[in-house]
């Protein structure tokens, strides 16, 4: 037999190279460039037509009445709410997340609470002693909850164990870049090793019909550690997110097989674990008094779930000429220097001579382009010194001509607000009066800083 070839592997875009480099040519990352065996193609392989010699799989129509299992609700609403109702049997879940965010927290939480419903499941733990999760599960008062919990890294002890008894319902492996699988080469953590370890594991898992959750590290730019195969190979893909120092963490869907993906489940962590937390405006909006300037509240959209965040901005003047700062947390810097070019271009206020400093509260991150407008109004308030009304919202785009823009679900942004006991929205003007908050409509980002100036 021919002797392997040695290629080099993208640890970071799985792009193959002939030779090793710094830097990938496919990428441009540093230093992610790893040798590997490359694949070798066996005689059978080479010898055969590949029209020949495999049975014939069923082919089936769309419409085929081909039942599917029921989902597994884990009972933590939040989290099937995140998932669209529930884990999927032979399904196989990606959940990332910064280390100490709480994903083992979370899946710890769900895990036992299936397992006191009845269920079979199954809790690896590649990172923590068994002692130590059990720990942390006394500590949570899960202590009695019949849940299989396992320390082991090899993907082969991990299926034998798995393999007495009757099948899990759910299995959860933490963290998939830990495991290891003695089919090929290489330490744990490498692209090889972690797409041979998902691929056992998932191929178990879709056999047996139980529902995989897979713990996946988060590098410094936010993916998820290694490879973007990973990604691919699962059928959900989950983010818990959160502000370091802020007790809120946001689970998301980036991308799911069997669902939407707009929908997020937020946590706050406490004492005794992730709490759901099924209002999360309360969370986000700081008390609120009168009078204070650079302050207002916007209702950011998640999926179709309204959220209420309080927008705050502070401008300091300087006296000489030195470059002003921006500093914003929470949102786009991009964004926030188009939303002063503009107040600058077509309303003629002059931010070049002030720092200004833009901050969403609670650690949020807004990512919904209708904070333009909440922005702006923020920022107007804060230059001017003029506090905007306490019980007010804003939202909307805004388009670099000045003008205002509509934006998705206004009603729903609305509605909130008002069962929040708001009492007037700053809004554009195609926005219609509906329901019980006083609407305050301008075409333009001119008309709107007039009447913030009370001109
Ligand atoms: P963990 O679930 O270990 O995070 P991950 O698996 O994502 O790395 O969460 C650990 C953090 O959560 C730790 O910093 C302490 C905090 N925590 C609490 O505040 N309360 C609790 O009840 C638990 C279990 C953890
Ligand atoms: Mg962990």
Known sequence: MARPQKRYVCQACGGVSQRWAGQCTDCAEWNTIVEEAAAVVTPFAARHDLRAGGRPVTLVGLSDDIPLPERIATGIAELDRAIGGGFVPGSATLIGGDPGIGKSTLLLQAAAKLAVAGRRVAYLSGEEAADQVRLRAQRLGLGAAPVLLGAAT???????????????????????????????????????QVRASAQELIRYAKEEGAALVLVGHVTKDGSIAGPRVLEHMVDTVLSFEGERGHQYRVLRAIKNRFGGTDEIGVFAMAEKGL???????SLFLTSRGEGVAGAIVFPALEGTRPLLVEIQALTVRLASGATPRRAVVGWDSGRLAMVLAVLEARCGLSFSTAEVYLNVAGGYRISDPAAD???AAALVSALAERPVAADAIAFGELALSGELRPVAHANLRLKEAAK???????????VEEKGALSLQRFATLGGLVDHLLGR
């Open 275 to 281: 709490e759901e937390v099924a209002n999360p405006s």
């Open 373 to 375: 407008l909440a922005v």
């Open 154 to 192: 090899s993907v082969r002890d991990i299926l034998a164990a798995l393999s007495q008894g009757s099948a899990p319902a759910m299995i959860v492996i933490d963290s998939i870049q830990t495991m290891h699988s003695d089919v090929i080469e290489g330490a744990p953590g490498t692209v090889s």
């Open 420 to 430: 929040l006991g708001f009492g007037k929205a700053l809004v554009p003007k195609p």
